[in-house]
């Protein structure tokens, strides 16, 4: 499996013939990478995906970019973001954006800025044998199928992973993963057991990742 590194970016890019566009080279370089014209568009994707990283290619929506940065910053202000103007963009630095690159320069410098926050993700990332989870991003990688989870799912595979291989009991997870004390009724947990497993099981009717123990609760089995 390939080393984690910032894969998961939001590019806000107009495509345009006489504009320097960084989509395709980006995608080459082995990113994941959601491109949307505007930054109104990014906005809404975010209701289903969490980049690494955002990139913001003003110059080619004709603009400085800081309102849009602005908008980012205020709505996800641990997610950097880059700021790519043109050369003659008068532009000072800016709370909201981490780093401003002014055109022309290469994909390579790009993707060196992108590295630059590559130490930081690595810190965040769970990794129990061929499973990796990002917290921040809720992305979940098993082998080579990578997908997003739910918050909530998210922190039932990170109680797990935090575990150490040992079983759990219903009841603890219940308050870990939902912050309450009240047990009562863990129907929810089980439900949710099944939706993990349905993403991360090649056979979720004969879960082979996440056991049931019988009379104790679940077991992360790596």
Not at 37 to 45: A, E, K, Q, T
Not at 174 to 194: A, E, N, P, Q
Request: proline share 6%; hydrophobic share 40%; net charge positive.
């Amino acid at each position: 499996m390939q080393e984690p590194h910032p894969q998961s970016l939001l590019l806000i890019e107009k495509h345009r013939k006489l504009e320097i566009c960084f989509n395709g080279a980006l995608l080459r370089k082995g990113y994941t990478v959601l491109q949307v014209n505007s930054g109104g568009d990014g906005l809404v994707s975010l209701n289903g995906f969490r980049p690494d990283v955002i990139v913001i290619n003003a110059a080619s929506l004709r603009t400085n970019g800081l309102r849009i940065c602005s908008w980012y910053h205020n709505r996800l202000p641990s997610i950097p973001v880059i700021l790519i103007v043109a050369e003659d963009e008068p532009i000072a630095d800016a709370d909201s954006v981490n780093v401003i690159m002014h055109l022309p320069f290469t994909v390579q410098k790009l993707v060196n800025r992108l590295r630059s926050f590559e130490q930081t993700f690595n810190q965040d990332i769970l990794v129990r044998g061929p499973l990796q989870l990002n917290p921040k991003t809720r992305m979940v990688t098993y082998y080579d199928k990578s997908t997003y989870l739910t918050p909530r799912l998210t922190l039932l595979l990170q109680v797990f992973m935090q575990n150490n291989s040992q079983p759990l009991g219903r009841e603890e997870l219940f308050k870990r993963v939902w912050d309450t004390d009240y047990t009562g009724d863990t129907r929810t947990l089980d439900v949710h057991i099944s939706w993990l497993r349905k993403v991360l099981e090649e056979n979720p009717t004969n879960p082979q990742l996440i056991k049931t123990v019988r009379g104790v609760g679940y077991l992360l089995d790596l």
